[in-house]
């Protein structure tokens, strides 16, 4: 039977200590890798087809602006084919694997598209509210105000990447009546529920506004062409669809 070298149990033994902390120092990073925080929401489980709760209502809002040509995403709780459609079409937006089911990929993409407060980095609540800072004296409450305007911020969101990443400007978000009657604007007015927006011209045109919108969960798009709206597009979420931009072809 051959023995061993004294002199190489050091080696091996050194050896060993080195795999050892290699493989532990690999699953540290491995776990800090998959693990998420984020400061607005942190999903905790990957979400699909049969999936319910408040995490699949927060991934259903950030999605909404991806529900296919005139379509509108429920925002109901419920993953059902509607939004594993969304999230497909969101992934495929981002680059992602388009599979359907919102895992750690598409959490991660949307960690990086919302602040703190749960915004799209590219809008904000002051963006979508010039009226007042409490939301307050709508046609709903000041937080379901503020939590259309969340809704439509995402919207805003989709369309903005559709349209190549480049600026969209904000014009009019939500009023209270006193600021409504202010500017003139009609008594049932979307933007007294908070859920409405006017875009301004910009590095896209309104008609392009008002024609790439009707991809992005909008149900009311009204433009050139329409009553009052030669300067802006607007857009909402009204329960029955109405689109009209008859200067755009809408």
Not at 27 to 34: F, M, P, R
Not at 74 to 94: S, W
Not at 113 to 139: I, K, M, R
Not at 201 to 227: D, K, V
């Given at each position: 039977?051959?023995?061993?070298?004294?002199?190489?149990?050091?080696?091996?033994?050194?050896?060993?200590?080195?795999?050892?902390m290699?493989?532990?120092?690999?699953?540290?990073?491995?776990t800090?890798g998959?693990?998420?925080?984020?400061?607005?929401?942190?999903?905790?489980r990957?979400?699909?087809?049969?999936?319910?709760?408040?995490?699949?209502?927060?991934?259903?809002?950030r999605?909404?602006?991806?529900?296919?040509?005139?379509?509108?995403?429920?925002?109901?709780?419920?993953?059902?084919?509607g939004?594993?459609?969304?999230?497909?079409?969101?992934?495929?937006?981002?680059?992602?694997?388009?599979?359907?089911?919102?895992?750690?990929?598409t959490?991660?993409?949307?960690?990086?598209?919302?602040?703190?407060?749960?915004?799209?980095?590219h809008?904000?609540?002051?963006?979508?509210?010039?009226?007042n800072?409490?939301?307050?004296?709508?046609?709903?409450s000041?937080?379901?105000?503020?939590?259309?305007?969340?809704?439509?911020?995402?919207?805003?969101?989709?369309?903005r990447?559709?349209?190549?990443?480049?600026s969209?400007?904000?014009?009019?978000?939500?009023r209270?009546?006193?600021?409504?009657?202010?500017?003139?604007?009609?008594?049932?007015?979307?933007?007294?529920?908070?859920?409405a927006?006017?875009l301004?011209?910009?590095?896209?045109?309104?008609?392009?506004?008002?024609?790439?919108?009707?991809?992005?969960?909008?149900?009311?798009?009204?433009?050139?062409?329409?009553?009052?709206?030669s300067?802006?597009?607007?857009?909402?979420?009204?329960?029955?669809?109405?689109?009209?931009?008859?200067?755009?072809g809408?």
């Amino acid at each position: 039977m051959s023995r061993r070298s004294p002199r190489s149990l050091p080696l091996r033994l050194l050896l060993s200590f080195v795999m050892i902390m290699a493989a532990s120092t690999a699953g540290v990073v491995a776990t800090a890798g998959t693990a998420q925080a984020d400061g607005c929401y942190t999903w905790s489980r990957t979400l699909s087809q049969g999936a319910s709760g408040a995490d699949v209502t927060a991934l259903q809002i950030r999605v909404a602006g991806y529900p296919g040509y005139g379509g509108v995403l429920a925002i109901d709780g419920a993953y059902g084919p509607g939004t594993a459609a969304a999230v497909k079409r969101f992934q495929a937006a981002y680059g992602l694997a388009a599979d359907g089911v919102a895992g750690p990929a598409t959490f991660s993409k949307i960690y990086a598209l919302q602040d703190d407060d749960c915004t799209p980095v590219h809008f904000s609540y002051a963006e979508l509210n010039d009226c007042n800072t409490t939301w307050a004296g709508g046609a709903v409450s000041a937080a379901t105000a503020k939590s259309n305007a969340l809704r439509t911020m995402w919207k805003l969101e989709a369309l903005r990447h559709a349209l190549g990443d480049q600026s969209i400007r904000v014009t009019s978000g939500f009023r209270s009546h006193a600021c409504n009657d202010a500017v003139g604007g009609a008594s049932s007015s979307r933007h007294l529920y908070g859920d409405a927006a006017d875009l301004g011209a910009g590095p896209h045109s309104l008609c392009r506004l008002a024609q790439q919108a009707r991809n992005h969960g909008f149900n009311g798009i009204l433009g050139p062409g329409y009553p009052g709206h030669s300067d802006h597009t607007h857009v909402d979420h009204r329960s029955a669809r109405f689109w009209s931009a008859s200067g755009c072809g809408i």
